[in-house]
């Protein structure tokens, strides 16, 4: 099996969220990170600390102590990035705090899905979504697929080709600054 995304991969994502490929590949381009495994192969991560914090604060484990000894990953404040595969290093040291809050406090893969999304996206475990994102881009892409058909909005502004709503749902108010919406429209009529 293959890492990369490969034709098929966009052929069978596109009826799947009820657009044209070119529509797939539009996404994928302007929202992917552009590859989802770095060279070891391990897939792209962002571990968030304040996710951490909020996923063991849920889990009833007390944080403040955490917070003094390890501020590097559980922290109220998004930060401390190590970058790159550096980030896999974060990961494994709040995973021996809690494993589960870890891994759901990573934003995993080509399109950066949080871990803590795993139930919505299908998987019948938090495991099988990290396997999945190791698996290859073509296995992160169908989670991506799961995470727009989970929500409606965003699933409906795609269909429509509503560039602007779309990166607005995705990227958050700031989509703009970026111009996620011209890049996405631009993309579009290059796929066509």
Not at 28 to 47: A, C, H, K, M, Q
Not at 73 to 92: F, M
Not at 163 to 182: I, T, V
Request: proline share 4%; glycine share 8%.
């Amino acid at each position: 099996m293959a890492k990369r995304l490969g034709q098929q991969d966009y052929i069978d994502a596109a009826p799947a969220l009820g657009v044209p490929v070119a529509a797939v590949k539009a996404v994928v381009t302007v929202e992917s990170r552009g590859n989802g495994f770095y060279t070891d192969g391990r897939p792209v991560i962002l571990f968030e600390r304040h996710v951490f914090r909020r996923q063991l604060a849920k889990r009833n484990i007390p944080t403040q102590l955490l917070e003094l000894q390890h501020p590097e990953i559980v922290n109220a404040k998004a930060g401390g990035y190590r970058g790159g595969a550096a980030e896999h290093d974060r990961l494994d040291a709040a995973a021996k705090i809690n494993r589960d809050a870890a891994l759901e406090s990573a934003s995993w893969g080509l399109f950066q899905l949080m871990g803590f999304h795993w139930q919505p996206l299908g998987f019948s475990t938090l495991q099988a979504f990290v396997n999945a994102m190791y698996r290859s881009e073509g296995d992160q892409l169908q989670a991506f697929v799961a995470f727009v058909k989970a929500n409606p909005g965003m699933h409906a502004a795609l269909k429509a080709r509503d560039w602007a709503k779309f990166a607005r749902l995705y990227n958050g108010a700031e989509y703009a600054r970026n111009a996620y919406d011209q890049k996405l429209a631009e993309a579009y009529s290059r796929f066509i």
